[in-house]
């Protein structure tokens, strides 16, 4: 590593094993030094959870990844994917970051999932710590489990990844930015067009229960049914992705709802004496 040029975290949450992120250490090596830390085993859904039960100790491997002929030196995490982005900070860095990217995620994360995401909880932990962040995911039709996945080929959201993570690095993110949200669709291309989209209200990733023999005994089946094709509001993610078009939807830390607070204080029966210190922004 040298001190001239940007240093990159690449993460994700699928493990250090992920082709994701291997298609990552290619398409971001022009764009600067890379630190690659990712959890060591498959951590999908775990938001930006902290936890460290389960075995989860915190201890670092060095490991290797390898993509189109050449091999970076990269490290897993025994943590989930929001921990091990602090442990690459924290530990691991030896200058401060300039970009965090978390993926190339197994599909896509749109609609309402985006607080369940490990991929996104990666962004949002880089983005507490006051650094520009990338969650790239790309679509898939496989609703098998994510580690029985057929060949994906990541090339086309790698070059789309590439197109962001150089634009970001080349400015400053605007105010309640603070992380871009990638998704590209399967039949994406790289001339393929993008737009910038808002998060839909669509529960877009629809959790069911298949009861087996014997609930109480664990005999249970969780299953993520996808609403594909569907969405709720036009410009979304949920509709970029509906009509093919790679979608950049800018996230916020801040989760305060959009409501007037003014409006929201008076119809829950604020006293007026208090009413003072709401400002609506």
């Known amino acids: ?7 990159i975290l690449i ?8 082709p994701g992120l291997a298609a990552l250490a290619p398409a971001l090596e022009p764009l600067g030094d890379l630190l690659i830390v990712a959890p060591l085993k498959q951590q999908t859904s775990m938001g930006r959870s902290r936890s460290q039960e389960e075995g989860r100790d915190g201890r670092l ?3 290797e990844i390898t993509a189109g002929g050449k091999s970076w030196p990269a490290f897993a995490v025994n943590a989930t994917p929001a921990l091990a982005v602090d442990h690459a900070l924290q530990q691991l860095a030896d200058r401060p970051v300039s970009l965090v990217v978390s993926g190339i995620n197994y599909g896509e994360n749109v609609g309402s999932c985006v607080t369940v995401s490990g991929t996104i909880g990666a962004a949002l932990e880089a983005a507490d710590h006051s650094i520009p962040a990338i969650a790239a995911s790309l679509e898939h039709d ?9 060949d994906i080929d990541f090339s086309v959201a790698a070059h789309f ?5 150089g634009r970001v690095l080349n400015m400053t993110m605007p105010n309640d930015v603070d992380l871009l949200k990638i998704d590209i669709p399967s039949s994406a291309r790289v001339g393929s067009p993008w737009m910038v989209t808002h998060q839909d209200s669509l529960a877009y990733y629809q959790p069911r229960v298949e009861q087996g023999r014997d609930a109480f005994a664990g005999d249970n089946i969780f299953i993520h049914w996808q609403q594909k094709g569907q969405y709720d509001e036009d410009g979304s993610d949920a509709y970029a992705l509906a009509k093919g078009i790679v979608s950049v939807a800018p996230l916020s830390l801040n989760l305060t709802s959009r409501t007037s607070l003014v409006s929201l ?3 829950l029966g604020q006293e007026e004496a208090s009413k003072e210190k709401i400002s609506d922004s």
């Open 61 to 63: 491997f060095a490991r």
């Open 1 to 7: 590593m040298t001190d001239t040029k940007p240093l």
């Open 11 to 18: 993460t994700n949450d699928d493990g250090i094993d992920s």
């Open 161 to 165: 990844v590439q197109l962001f993570a």
């Open 265 to 267: 204080a008076e119809l």
């Open 142 to 150: 496989h609703s098998g489990p994510h580690n029985d996945l057929p």
